[in-house]
C-alpha cells in the first residue's frame, strides 16, 4: 500500500534528520553490492511468479534507494559536479512526482510492447528512464512559469 510506504520513508527520513545522520554517508557503506543486488533482484522478481515476489519487490525498492543514492554520489564526487541548488530542487520534485507520473508510463509501455521476459525488464528500465525525463521536464516548465510555486512544492531546498 503506498500510503504505508510513504509514510515508512517520511518517517525515515525524519529520523535521520533528529539524529543529525547522513544519508549518503550510510549508503556509502553499502557501496556497489547494492548495485549487483539491486539487479539481480530485477531479474529474480521478473522470472519468478509468486506471491512471495511481491515482498522481494518492496525490499528491492529500499535496495534500490540505497544504489541510487549510493552511485549517484559517486559519480558526483569522481566528477565534481552539482554545485547548484536547483538540482537539489529538482532531485525533491522528481521524488515527490514520480509515482503519479510512472504509473501512466509503465501502462503506456506495457500496452504497446510485447510481453515476454527480456521486454518486461526492458519496461522497468525504459518507464523509470522516461518518468525521470518526464519529471525533469515538468519541473523546468513550472519553474519557468511559476518559480514561487515550484519553490513551495520542493520546500525551499
Do not use: W
Not at 21 to 35: Q, R
Not at 68 to 94: C, G, H, V, W
Not at 130 to 141: D, F, G, R, S
Amino acid at each position: 500500500d503506498l500510503e504505508g510506504q510513504t509514510l515508512c520513508f517520511f518517517f525515515l527520513g525524519a529520523y535521520l534528520s533528529i539524529n543529525k545522520k547522513n544519508m549518503v554517508d550510510i549508503c556509502k557503506k553499502f557501496s556497489f553490492y547494492s548495485l549487483i543486488l539491486y539487479l539481480l533482484l530485477i531479474v529474480l522478481s521478473l522470472s519468478i511468479s509468486s506471491p512471495f515476489m511481491e515482498y522481494v519487490r518492496r525490499i528491492n525498492i529500499i535496495i534500490g534507494v540505497v544504489a541510487t543514492i549510493y552511485l549517484s554520489s559517486t559519480i558526483i564526487e569522481r566528477k565534481n559536479l552539482i554545485k547548484d541548488k536547483s538540482f537539489s530542487q529538482m532531485a525533491f520534485f522528481i521524488f515527490g512526482f514520480h509515482t503519479f507520473i510512472i504509473k501512466y508510463v509503465q501502462l503506456f509501455f506495457t500496452n504497446l510492447l510485447p510481453n515476454n521476459d527480456l521486454f518486461c525488464i526492458l519496461i522497468y528500465f525504459l518507464s523509470i528512464t522516461l518518468t525521470v525525463i518526464c519529471c525533469i521536464l515538468l519541473y523546468k516548465v513550472l519553474n519557468k512559469v511559476c518559480p514561487l510555486f515550484v519553490s513551495l512544492l520542493v520546500g525551499g531546498r
